[in-house]
């Protein structure tokens, strides 16, 4: 089991910079990827950024250029900088990471940390 701890949402004005943080606890070793995904109200939870175990990345479109994905293995870590942050970017945040147990794939969400961007 892999539990995942998000801090650092809030309210900012466009244009401004947030860094979402995940703290995974558990069974870490078993951690392949991990990443950040989004669901505005009334919409679908969608990808915005994944970074493997030996930091390859992949964003969506409309993050790229101005969010970041990092991981710090170490500390079973991910962060999210967030900079020219949009109101179309006003979302709960979630941390996913996927853990690899006898060949099958699972994922683990948290809680969740709410992002809020004003015009």
């Known amino acids: 089991q892999v539990q995942l701890v998000e801090s650092g949402g809030g309210l900012v004005q466009a244009g401004g910079s947030l860094r979402l943080s995940c703290a995974a606890s558990?069974?870490?070793?078993?951690?392949?990827?991990m990443g950040w995904y989004r669901q505005a109200p009334g919409k679908q939870r969608e990808l915005v950024a994944v970074?493997?175990?030996?930091?390859?990345?992949n964003y969506a479109d409309s993050v790229k250029g101005r969010f970041a994905i990092s991981r710090d293995n170490a500390k079973n870590t991910v962060y999210l900088q967030m900079n020219s942050l949009k109101p179309e970017d006003t979302a709960v945040y979630y941390c996913?990471?996927?853990?690899?147990?006898?060949?099958?794939?699972?994922?683990?969400w948290g809680q969740g940390t709410q992002v809020t961007v004003s015009s």
């Open positions: 996913n990471a996927k853990r690899l147990s006898f060949g099958t794939l699972y994922d683990a």
């Open positions: 558990g069974s870490t070793s078993s951690i392949n990827a």
């Open positions: 970074i493997s175990r030996i930091g390859a990345t």
